[in-house]
């Protein structure tokens, strides 16, 4: 089949894995960078190395995510460890980090701003918020015990102090406890979405709330006023068709200077509202 790294490579193109993919497995097997790929690609794998990689070309023709097989994703910066209990960290999700960080500079630090991640996931959100603005009080919260075992996991690894909640959206929180920054990259894809099947690997929970896909949405908007601050800001990651809807929620809810950020592709993905004084 192969046996040299330039063989490999050929093999897993032949298969139809893209070249760069192939070069990022390649090289987490033989731990170096890809620059040391190009100029040893006469190194023959060893007999371990070629099951593995096979294995692995064969889960990727089957869309497992390469960040499963690599068992870690670049996020804001930072290198979070992944797995099939946790949603893959996208970069879209930074366009909510940037701007809950742009709100906790307007913020005093003094008391430390309090700051949730509903449905953390990988930690992803609660991780980059803390490790941006590492004076604040950072909490993550999830339903799913895995889930939130990679969380604490990659907090630790990062060193980053951040308490972990297990439980549903506002339940899994401390009673009393109020907050001035609420964040939350809920599962908001429509349960007949076309494009679910493609994203098979990666657990339902943190995809789809099922319906419409607005109702993980709807309950943290329902349950927020009691839980923040006057003055706070809720911000929610939804669907690129989801926009109208979230700024109708907010606005019932009484949330006012309800806003909107578009994402990389320059799609609405990210609307806002800050709760009354
Ligand atoms: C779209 S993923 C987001 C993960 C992570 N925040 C990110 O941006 O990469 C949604 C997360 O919500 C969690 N979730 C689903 N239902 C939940 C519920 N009822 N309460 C709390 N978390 C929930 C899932 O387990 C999943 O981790």
Redesign the pocket.
């Known amino acids: 089949m192969f046996s040299t790294i330039a063989e490999a490579q050929a093999w897993a193109r032949s298969q139809g894995v893209d070249r760069l993919d192939a070069q990022l497995l390649l090289a987490h097997l033989f731990t170096v960078d890809r620059a040391w790929l190009v100029t040893h690609d006469d190194q023959v794998l060893s007999e371990a190395q070629r099951q593995t990689f096979a294995s692995q070309v064969s889960e990727r023709t089957q869309d497992v995510p390469l960040a499963y097989l690599l068992g870690e994703k670049e996020f804001h910066g930072l290198r979070l460890q992944v797995s099939p209990a946790?949603?893959v960290?996208?970069p879209d999700?930074e366009t909510l980090v940037n701007w809950a960080l742009e709100i906790l500079q307007t913020l005093p630090s003094e008391p430390a701003p309090r700051v949730v991640?509903?449905?953390?996931?990988?930690g992803?959100?609660a991780l980059a918020i803390k490790h941006g603005a590492p004076h604040i009080s950072m909490q993550m919260?999830?339903?799913?015990p895995d889930?939130l075992a990679v969380a604490s996991a990659n907090a630790r690894r990062l060193g980053l102090d951040v308490a972990a909640h297990l439980?549903?959206?506002w339940q899994?929180l401390p009673t009393g406890q109020i907050f001035d920054l609420v964040l939350s990259?809920?599962?908001?894809i429509a349960g007949g979405d076309p494009h679910l099947p493609a994203l098979r690997h990666e657990?339902t929970?943190?995809?789809t709330?099922g319906g419409d896909g607005l109702s993980?949405l709807q309950?943290i908007v329902d349950g927020a006023p009691g839980r923040m601050r006057p003055g706070a800001w809720l911000l929610l990651?939804h669907g690129y068709d989801q926009a109208e809807p979230v700024a109708a929620m907010l606005a019932r809810a009484g949330f006012e200077a309800i806003a909107n950020r578009r994402d990389l592709g320059d799609q609405p993905r990210v609307t806002g509202g800050r709760y009354p004084r």
Do not use: F, K, Q
């Open positions: 946790v949603l960290p996208r999700t991640d509903l449905g953390t996931g990988s992803a959100i919260a999830d339903v799913s889930a439980g549903s959206w899994a990259n809920p599962p908001y657990p929970l943190a995809l709330p993980s309950t990651e």
